[in-house]
């Protein structure tokens, strides 16, 4: 089995690699996925944010209120390590149930942790490639704005909200460059697949 995380910054294409390396035959693991699934109704995990952060944080049908959650954690460094203190072991163990559940079904498949967070939560784990996607803040905030529909102060204030490129690009094994066309990514992903395969 090979264990590949892929990470990237807001807009820089990371879903487009991963719909791809699924194509290509990976099996695609999403944190945010993880994420909402043990933030689900009822889950011990939404209890816990429940407890810490109000009862305003959990709309009328029981689920959370992300927006709400958001605007008590956005810009509060203590308050949003406090929200990661619960939720990223959930995540951590979760993902790691996926992983060996994908390895128990076919121990030659190749796992693809698509994870935004990687450097900031998971970069010390045992993977067997780190793969960026890349483009200038620039290319990214261009893309908020446009596909997005964000306003150009809110789609900054996202990017600022991340860890740096330089941070990311300083732990990849590869990098992608989707500051071009979809054909270019798309190009360099499957050169990448072609390297996996052969390892």
């Known amino acids: 089995m090979a264990l590949i995380a892929l990470t990237g910054g807001i807009a820089s294409g990371k879903s487009t690699i ?32 429940e407890e810490e952060f109000g009862s305003d944080v959990i709309d009328s049908d029981g689920a959370l209120d992300r927006a709400a959650l958001g605007a008590k954690v956005f810009g509060d460094p203590e308050r949003l390590g406090m929200l990661n203190g619960i939720v990223h072991p959930a995540v951590r163990a979760e993902s790691q149930r ?57 789609a900054q204030a996202r990017i600022d909200a991340q860890v740096s490129d330089d941070a990311r690009l300083a732990v990849a094994d590869v990098v992608i460059d989707t500051a071009g066309t979809l054909e270019h990514t798309l190009a360099q992903v499957d050169q990448l697949w072609t390297r996996i395969a052969a390892r």
Do not use: N
């Not at 290509?24 to 945010?32: E, K, M, P, T």
């Not at 993880?34 to 944010?49: E, H, K, M, T």
């Not at 030659?108 to 698509?114: C, E, F, K, P």
């Open 98 to 154: 996926r992983f060996e559940a994908a390895l128990a079904d076919d121990p030659s498949a190749v796992v693809v942790y698509d994870v935004p967070l990687l450097v900031e939560a998971r970069v010390d784990d045992p993977w067997d490639l780190i793969v960026v996607a890349h483009a200038p803040a620039a290319v990214r905030l261009r893309r908020l704005i446009e596909l997005r529909g964000m306003d150009g102060t809110t």
């Open 18 to 49: 991963a719909a791809r390396l699924a194509e290509l035959g990976a099996i695609v693991v999403d944190a945010d996925r993880i994420v909402r699934d043990v933030q689900a109704p009822g889950s011990p995990v939404l209890a816990r944010i």
